[in-house]
């Protein structure tokens, strides 16, 4: 088993940043991509950000291309995402991800609650 442990939710202000980290630990050799998902009020969870540990590409949603940025250490098994030009809209639980292949999401941390005020 893989676990994933999420840090950095907060209460920030629109127009603000706030950067979220994620730490892999166990099985962590068979993961090969990681991701960020969110799960706005009463709505369902939507991806929003990956990243491959093989060639280091990396995926975004559209809503949040230029002002997000994914980055990870594949050696430590970490994955940040580094959020700027926050929206209220952005507004969510926000979930580290992690699977054996491109956009196969197998482990979930607990989540971590972002709140971006008006």
């Known amino acids: 088993q893989v676990q994933l442990v999420e840090s950095g939710g907060a209460l920030v202000q629109a127009g603000g940043s706030l950067r979220l980290s994620c730490a892999a630990s166990g099985r962590t050799f068979v993961i090969y991509t990681m991701g960020w998902f969110r799960q706005p009020p009463g709505k369902e969870r939507e991806f929003v950000a990956g990243?491959?540990?093989?060639?280091?590409?990396?995926y975004y949603k559209d809503s949040v291309k230029g002002r997000f940025t994914i980055s990870g250490d594949d050696a430590k098994n970490t994955v940040s995402l580094q959020m700027d030009s926050l929206k209220p809209e952005d507004t969510a639980v926000y979930y580290c991800?992690?699977?054996?292949?491109?956009?196969?999401?197998?482990?979930w941390g607990q989540g971590t609650q972002v709140t971006v005020s008006s």
């Open positions: 990243i491959n540990w093989s060639g280091g590409n990396t």
């Open positions: 991800a992690a699977g054996p292949r491109g956009f196969k999401y197998d482990y």
